[in-house]
């Protein structure tokens, strides 16, 4: 089968605005501004003017320091229609953590908002340091940056520099264990993810979508960047999540496609809004990512809403894995593998698992699989050729749907037998009064390890030991069900909003280790 090829980003937004000038490509509500998809072009072929200018060639790396924003993804468009190297790094970030990194990048350009407390990294940290400034439909109104380039010829004179195995983005992982990675992504692997989340959410040209998550983060990039970008579709965007508000966007600009992660779907059940899917008719599905939905979560929310919910898998390393929709979804899986994925399953040796065994996942190396890591030092790491081995647990069923059961680090040997600690709090979490759950293995003298849980309860809820043992009767066995259950008011998350077992376990080191009587 001959390899598809990529289009570049040159061509993507010369297309869209050859059709579709006039539409909107971004919409930001906290600025109350958007940018077409001619002033995209406008603006593109400026900053092709501009980082020509600076002799910026295939591989440099142009970084950007920003809030959701309008001017952000017209940079990050921009960048990668010029055809360098686009990075994108967390402003919320610790600044020593940031200013290792950005020394790790070595960028040309660096790009910053003012106002986040960046200035005192530039004296320290490599490349150009230019404010971003304002964007504005306007060119004598529009500041920084955006105020050089408006001086400039919006003329399509400059062809893209880069081929589609050119570094096209690095963005860093969450950094839940370790430091976090410098991930980079080719101009081609950028596009064949972009390409296969629009084919997921199922976009149409003048579809709208809305986003609340911050636009260093891969999710969000593929989403609500990437996919309305390659699909001619309009994204709104807002700086941070409201959950007062976040139905009140979904109706005022009358959204097709929404994106929320397992902590947003909890917080509005937690705290319903008078709102039903009637009422929202143009809505089809809000869809979720960055951890698996668990079932009670999905169930509840729809009943509670009418609104159907998709979800989505996936890895930095990997690409968009697997996902599902419409009339083959199956609560209680990711669904099948996405477009241009190939996912195997194997045990620990290697060997590939038959349909319904569980066994590590591997995504196949290809077309959405990433380039490698941008280390510390400055140097790159290649991922393995074979594929991006993802540390999660899993399995496919008859119906070629995958199941994370959970991850290979995190699985609990008991006696031999492994445990998914996912599997534990997915049945916690039915019970009436538990909130979430994060369940681990500690140290045990005899078993090895053995299953502690710590759960949150709903407001003005408790539960006790003895009501999870009753609970987990008849759905979990012995051998599976907690021998130790503590409440807290919250359970630790690492910033993308998944938890955070490591610190689960360290906690428990430090405050119930000392009690635990085996």
């Known amino acids: 089968m001959p390899e598809l090829a990529a289009k570049s980003f040159h061509q993507i937004v010369f297309e869209n605005a050859m059709q579709w000038p006039k539409r909107t490509y971004v919409h930001c509500i906290d600025q109350d501004k958007s940018l077409t998809y001619g002033d995209l072009y406008s603006v593109s072929n400026q900053a092709a003017q501009f980082l020509k200018s600076y002799d910026i060639q295939a591989n440099d790396r142009v970084l950007l320091l920003a ?21 994108t790094v967390h402003v919320e970030m610790n600044q020593s953590h940031l200013s290792e990194i950005i020394n790790a990048i070595a960028p040309k350009i660096v790009l910053f908002q003012e106002g986040l407390g960046l200035e005192d990294l530039q004296e320290s940290a490599p490349g150009v340091w230019l404010t971003l400034g304002e964007w504005e439909g306007d060119k004598h109104k529009a500041t920084g940056w955006f105020a050089k380039i408006a ?17 096209g983005v ?181 060997n590939s698992m038959p349909k319904g065994e569980t066994g590590e996942i591997i995504v196949g190396g290809g077309m959405q699989q990433a380039f490698g890591y941008l280390l510390l030092d400055g140097s790159i790491e290649r991922l393995p050729e074979d594929g991006h081995h993802s540390g999660d647990l899993g399995f496919f069923d008859g119906d070629n749907h995958l199941h994370i059961t959970g991850r290979v680090k995190e699985l609990i040997i008991r006696g031999g037998m492994n445990i998914a600690p996912l599997e534990i709090d997915s049945v916690l979490i039915t019970h009436p009064n538990v909130a979430d759950a994060g369940t681990i293995g500690v ?35 012995e051998a599976k069900q907690p021998k130790a259950v503590y409440v807290l008011e919250e359970l630790p998350k690492n910033p993308r909003g998944k938890l955070d077992r490591s610190a689960i376990l360290t906690y428990y080191i430090e405050n119930h280790a000392k009690i635990a009587d085996w």
């Open 67 to 87: 809030e959701n924003s309008v001017e952000n993804l017209a940079v990050f468009v921009s960048v990668l229609r010029y055809g360098a190297t686009l990075a």
């Open 170 to 350: 690095i963005f860093y992982t969450s950094g839940t264990v370790a430091k976090p990675k410098g991930v980079i992504q080719t101009h081609a692997t950028a596009y064949f993810n972009y390409d296969a989340t629009a084919d997921y959410l199922q976009l149409a040209p003048g579809d709208k979508t809305f986003d609340c998550r911050s636009y260093s983060w891969l999710s969000a990039q593929h989403m609500s960047l990437g996919a309305p970008l390659v699909a001619g579709a309009t994204t709104i965007i807002t700086k941070h999540f409201s959950q007062s508000r976040y139905f009140d966007y979904l109706k005022t600009y009358d959204v097709n496609v929404g994106f929320v992660v397992p902590t947003i779907v909890n917080m509005l059940i937690n705290r319903p809004h008078e709102i039903h899917g009637r009422d929202l008719p143009h809505l089809r599905f809000l869809t979720s990512s960055s951890a698996p939905l668990l079932e009670e979560q999905w169930r509840t929310f729809e009943a509670l809403y009418g609104i159907r919910l998709a979800q989505s898998c996936g890895s930095s390393e990997g690409g968009n894995t697997a996902a599902h929709l419409g009339a083959d979804r199956k609560v209680g899986t990711i669904g099948p593998a996405q477009k241009y994925q190939d996912i195997r399953i194997v045990d620990g040796a290697g």
């Open 443 to 477: 140290p045990h003298p005899i078993y090895g390890e053995e299953v502690v849980t710590y759960v949150t309860c709903f407001p003005g809820k408790a539960v006790s030991y003895a009501e999870i043992v009753a609970h987990c009767e008849g759905q979990l066995p």
């Open 151 to 167: 001086a400039l010829s919006d003329e399509d004179n400059i062809k893209t520099v880069a081929g589609p195995d050119d570094h």
